[in-house]
C-alpha cells in the first residue's frame, strides 16, 4: 500500500476530487494532521482549483484536433528517422552562423577603416614647459629635457 508521502500532489488532487476509498481518505487526513506544511499546500491546492473552475470556457478553434494530430505524426516521424534529420542540418547551421559572424566582422572593420577617429589632445594635459624641450641625441632632433629637481 502507497504510503501518504508517495505522489502527494496527485494524492492531494485525488482527495479533493473524492476519488479516495474511504480507508484511503482517511490515512490521508491523519498524514495531514500531523503534517502543516502538506495541510498548506492542500489548500494551495484548493484556492488554485476554485479559481480555475470560476474561469469561462474556451472553445478551441475548430482545426485545433487537426493540428494536434499534424504535429504528433511529425514528431512521431522525426524520432523514428533517429534524428537523422538533425545531423543533416546541424552542419549547414554551423556554416550560417560562421557565415553570419564573417559577414559581421568585416562589415566591423570596413566600418572602422571608413571612419577614422581623430586623436584629440587631452585637455587636463599639463603643457611641456619650453626649457624642458632640448635635442634629442640620438636623432639630432629636439626632444624633451629631463627635469632638474
Known sequence: ???????SAERMT???????????????????????????????LRKVMRLVGGLAAV????????????KIRRRVMLERDGGVLGLVTLPFQVI????????????????LDAQPQA???????????????GEDPERGAPGPRPIAR
Do not use: H
Not at 500500500?1 to 505522489?7: I, L, S
Not at 472553445?59 to 499534424?70: I, L, M, N
Not at 550560417?96 to 566600418?111: E, F, R, S, Y
Not at 586623436?119 to 624641450?133: G, K, L, N
Open 1 to 7: 500500500m502507497a504510503t501518504p508521502n508517495d505522489n
Open 14 to 44: 485525488a482527495y479533493l476530487d473524492a476519488e479516495l476509498g474511504p480507508a484511503e481518505a482517511q490515512e490521508f487526513e491523519q498524514f495531514l494532521d500531523e503534517s502543516p506544511e502538506a495541510r498548506a499546500e492542500l489548500e494551495d
Open 59 to 70: 472553445e478551441a478553434p475548430p482545426d485545433f484536433a487537426e493540428k494536434v494530430s499534424r
Open 96 to 111: 550560417c552562423i560562421v557565415v553570419i559572424l564573417v559577414v559581421g566582422a568585416l562589415n566591423m572593420m570596413a566600418q
Open 119 to 133: 586623436v584629440e589632445r587631452d585637455p587636463a594635459a599639463a603643457p611641456v614647459p619650453e626649457d624642458a624641450i
